[in-house]
């Protein structure tokens, strides 16, 4: 624990980030850090202070993102605020959603209502695996299957990697054993809208206070409530980053790459290898992948999404090129490539156009 009398160093974590200021939750416990000329004074634990960025990390571009340790100096205690004066180096970092030093995904899914869909269950944790943090899996609302339903569940994700917790907020069915993974760490929450996420960190932390909204009866899913990126601190320690909701997490990650995000398909790749080094686990010959696994359809779905990205950026660099990207439908995330129109400077001129030039044209020779 850093002695702020001795340094004149405070070490906190930023919990939120609001406009150009930022919200940084101190180390230091109640009473063991005195306001100066105040013998007998002591900081309310934990301590809070809305802080600015300093003018010398802004000139260097040092981005201060929620989740980063940093420095805290001329500390205000009357006003409640600071100023950052460095940022710690960072042993993790997530751009969607932007928080440093994650340690683990806590992925939440409800096993009905909305009813579980594998698809995007697996696109999930193709996103959460590609991060290469721990991954967590929650299944909420228990309380509306049978056992036997969530022994079919359960085993049917054990044979894809893994080993779901059922829980149900409404009934407080393992919520505390949920918690048990979450402390001493920082975890983000994640998943689509309606599971129930919101209420399970309201469970989790009482001064949360997160707005739970209804499940949508039209479309079966639930209505964005989370605006921000906060982290919350749980009681036995460790914070929780409640992120804005989203519904299909985008495939930006590199084609050979997708595979090892397959717990079922790096098991494969471990004990047997592919006859070609750059194997995409389509049609080619002597792969080690290829077979039937539950979730190979996927796999190709993802990869093709993959590619089509990946070729998309290539686009974008080549300002050249004859192709563009365009969706075919909406909500499902397929895309295909068409052929650009030709650029401004190229294209056929308008009759109107032609008529107004000749018609000046006559006007000069007269």
């Not at 605020?81 to 992925?107: C, F, K, T, W, Y």
């Not at 804005?244 to 471990?270: H, S, T, V, W």
Request: glycine share 6%.
């Amino acid at each position: 624990m850093t002695d702020f009398a001795a340094t004149g160093q405070l070490l906190g974590t930023v919990v939120a980030v609001q406009a150009n200021f930022y919200r940084v939750q101190l180390d230091q416990k109640q009473g063991e850090i005195r306001e100066m000329g105040d013998r007998d004074s002591y900081l309310p634990y934990p301590p809070l202070l809305l802080c600015t960025r300093r003018t010398r990390l802004k000139k260097i571009g040092q981005q201060v993102m929620v989740g980063d340790r940093v420095v805290v100096e001329e500390p205000d205690w009357a006003g409640g605020r600071g100023a950052i004066a460095d940022v710690l180096p960072r042993h993790s970092e997530l751009d969607r959603p932007a928080i440093a030093n994650v340690n683990q995904i806590l992925l939440v899914f409800a096993v009905a209502d909305p009813p579980l869909e594998p698809y995007q269950l697996s696109r999930f944790l193709i996103k959460a695996e590609s991060t290469s943090l721990d991954v967590l899996l929650c299944l909420n609302k228990s309380d509306l299957i049978s056992e036997q339903e969530q022994q079919q569940v359960s085993d049917r994700l054990l044979g894809w990697g893994y080993e779901p917790i059922f829980i149900s907020v409404k009934d407080g069915i393992n919520t505390d054993q949920a918690a048990k993974y979450l402390s001493n760490k920082i975890t983000v929450i994640a998943g689509p809208s309606g599971v129930g996420k919101s209420s399970l960190i309201n469970t989790l932390i009482d001064s949360a206070k997160l707005r739970v909204g209804e499940v949508s009866g039209k479309l079966a899913r639930g209505r964005h409530t989370t605006r921000h990126i906060e982290l919350f601190e749980l009681p036995e320690g460790g914070l929780l980053a409640d992120t804005p909701g989203f519904n299909q997490p985008d495939m930006d990650c590199i084609p050979e790459e997708l595979i090892y995000y397959f717990p079922e398909a790096r098991k494969r790749l471990a004990v047997a290898s592919c006859r070609f080094s750059d194997c995409l686990h389509r049609d080619e010959p002597e792969c080690a992948v290829r077979g039937d696994w539950e979730r190979y359809e996927h796999y190709l779905e993802f990869l093709d999404a993959a590619i089509a990205h990946q070729t998309h950026l290539h686009q974008q660099a080549d300002p050249e090129s004859s192709m563009k990207l365009k969706s075919k439908s909406k909500g499902k995330g397929q895309s295909q490539y068409e052929p650009k129109l030709e650029s401004k400077k190229y294209r056929r001129i308008s009759r109107k156009t032609q008529l107004q030039d000749l018609q000046e044209l006559y006007r000069d020779e007269e």
